[in-house]
């Protein structure tokens, strides 16, 4: 299995606060993403990135910023979380883009 | 917007039955992922998909991409309970690849 490890696993907040989600790496994939998992919605993704300082926007990244200082750590920031950003997160790695995703095992968010 | 839309959304089977699961979508694709994910876990690959037509064989899941590269079906014989899960089809387009996932199955197989 692919080394992927996000933190914290869950995380409950109040609505206005910041809060970062982390996703680590072992495999020195180019390619990392961020999804978020909601009932009826399946994936969807919110950034990725292609390259250490490469970023781009997914289809619902508004309210979300990251940042990838090094190959091995994705960060995804919520700067001030609504009740609307209550989801399940995945991580995501790749080789290359569009080849096979590697999950990881998510972390539950509760916006309160 | 890139929708796959999967059918059914829900199944509950006996075990030894058999099924099978559609992903359909207006737009070609130039591959077409399969994932299975259980509860409390990250998708995990089962098959990738990516010239039209093709059907690909795991143990007792077949999965077939349509000709036009815009449909897939998966079709498991001789259900068991391990099976149980939520199957997700994602397809991959565009510049950088980027992967759409369709809303997913969800598969209970009781014993």
């Known amino acids: 299995d692919a080394g992927i490890t996000q933190s914290p696993r869950h995380k409950v907040t109040e609505t206005g606060t910041p809060v970062t989600l982390r996703c680590h790496q072992t495999?020195?994939?180019?390619?990392m993403y961020w999804y978020r998992q909601d009932p009826g919605h399946g994936l969807r993704l919110i950034h990725y990135?292609?390259?250490?300082?490469?970023?781009d926007k997914g289809e619902v990244s508004d309210g979300y910023s990251v940042s990838r200082s090094k190959t091995e750590d994705f960060l995804l920031t919520l700067e001030s979380a609504t009740s609307s950003q209550t989801s399940v997160y995945f991580c995501?790695?790749?080789?290359?883009?569009?080849?096979?995703?590697?999950f990881g095992n998510g972390t539950r968010l509760t916006v309160t | 917007t890139q929708l796959l839309e999967q059918s059914p959304q829900f199944l509950s089977i006996q075990e030894g039955e058999n099924l099978t699961v559609y992903c359909n979508s207006s737009?070609?694709?130039?591959?077409l992922q399969w994932y299975r994910q259980e509860p409390g876990e990250g998708p995990v690959l089962l098959v990738t998909?990516?010239?039209?037509?093709e059907v690909k064989k795991l143990k007792r899941l077949t999965f077939q991409f349509g000709d036009a590269r815009k449909d897939s079906s998966l079709h498991i014989t001789a259900a068991q309970p391990g099976d149980t899960g939520l199957y997700l089809c994602?397809?991959?387009?565009?510049?950088?690849?980027?992967?759409?996932f369709g809303t997913g199955t969800k598969l209970q197989v009781i014993p």
């Open positions: 995501a790695i790749s080789e290359r883009g569009g080849s096979p995703l590697h």
């Open positions: 495999e020195n994939h180019r390619y």
């Open positions: 990135s292609y390259g250490v300082k490469d970023t």
């Open positions: 737009s070609v694709f130039s591959s």
């Open positions: 998909v990516v010239t039209g037509g």
């Open positions: 994602a397809g991959g387009s565009g510049g950088y690849q980027k992967v759409t």
